[in-house]
């Protein structure tokens, strides 16, 4: 069913409705020709001489300590090691029972909210909210304000005068043919209240991703504290075509981590870095398209991302085609095949919170897989899984040189795997198939 409150007409949910108009309209505005993918990648395998994993220099990243800035974070409790955001986008909280199950799934954060939604009942959840609008009796639980959702898409990368329609409203920008992204981001700011200690977010979508040139699309992030962008690899039936990315490439876990790769680097551009959330689709956010997001497929897009250095995670929780239409898939039955799933993986992630808000070492452990180096109370843990383009089967992750390690726990799966002369090999039998090794520190 779908969710009361006029909100529902904005925001990601209106966006989806009038795709084929926006996607024309890009199509027009933006070449293809603009595509660079930038990415940050971690540093090549260690040289002959020993290395001590220790003296490997990080990975540039905004962590915990970034909310420090923001006293509504701090009480909040978003600083604490301990805590990783998983959220939710637009939602309705109407009864307790809304709460309860979004917090059984793993949920802690609500990515914009319904105008019927009751924000005392997110506050008695110990749950938090990041909403576009000042619901009636907001307090701590409110941490965050969202200023707009994929405005690159719809006001496009301009400073022209804002009319203050959203799509389907009417004209967008002054005049109509004009670009007004930027006005609109910055108008949206200017409304909220002032240095009331909460960040703002906002949502893009693939014209920042694909079509919009680097200096411009960066410009997008002048205005939040925080971000995210949304493509939907698995899900979108025209990506592949969009992004001139081969199927066998594309529709892949780790695309996920080629979009976090994107908006970091668009991000680092002015050598200031925020929180990057990732965000992934647990159904149909097309109508057009009738194969839903798989279990595994899911889990390996939330990991690629965090490999990929997410600091966060936001699940789309809309079904707009196939024969289960829904605006809550991981409440009602629409989700009865991918809510254990979500479940499962958030549980992990949960676990793994202490060490995901450890800054990264840089290492590439194989020029064929995906990882993520972390330490932690004297132990090290890698995060691998297939990279884009690569074959599943057994890889090879070497170690860097001054490593000692005779074998790695794999969490999660009740194994170890040996480590011979510095080597490690494992099976990855699926494009999404990922592993979590811990090792004892030398």
Known sequence: MRASG???QRHHVLAVFVTVAVLAATFVMYRSDSLTGTATTPSGPATSS????????????????????FPAMVSAGWTDPNFFPIGVWYE????????????????????????????SLVRDAGMFAMPSTQLKGYGPETVGWLLTDEVDLWGHEGDAPWTGNFPSEGPICV???????????KTLRDRLPQNDGRVRYANFGFGMEFFIKDPLAARF??????????TYWYTDPGMCEKSHTPVEVCQRSASYGFTMDRIRGLDAMDGK???????????????????PIAP???????????????????????????????????????????????IEINRRVKSLAPVLNTQSIKYQFSPDLDTMFKSLDGAYYIFAMNARGSAPGPHTLTLPSGMQATQAEVLFEDRTVPVDAGKLVDTFAAESTYHVYKLKGS
């Not at 994993?53 to 800035?69: E, N, Q, T």
């Not at 990057?276 to 194969?291: D, H, K, M, R």
């Not at 690629?304 to 039955?333: K, M, T, W």
Request: some cysteine; proline content about 7%; overall charge negative.
């Open 296 to 342: 595994d497929q899911l889990s390996g897009a939330v990991m690629n991302s965090l490999i990929h250095e997410a600091r966060g995670v936001i699940y789309f929780n809309h079904n707009f085609g196939g024969p289960c239409i829904s605006q809550h898939v991981l409440r009602d039955a629409c989700g009865a095949q991918i809510r254990p799933a979500v």
């Open 221 to 230: 992030l002048d205005y939040t504290d925080v971000s995210s962008m949304d």
């Open 50 to 69: 020993v290395v001590a994993p220790g003296s490997l220099p990080r990975v540039p990243w905004a962590g915990p300590d970034f909310y420090k800035a």
């Open 92 to 119: 309705a909280v109407t009864t307790p029972a809304d709460t309860a199950l979004d917090k059984e799934a793993g949920l802690n954060t609500y990515f914009e909210l319904t105008a019927s939604s009751d924000i």
């Open 6 to 8: 006029g909100g529902w």
């Open 175 to 185: 005049p109509e043919q004009a670009l007004c992204g930027y006005t609109v981001l």
């Open 273 to 291: 870095l925020q929180p990057i959330y990732a965000f992934i689709e647990t159904g149909l956010p097309f109508a057009q398209f009738s194969v």
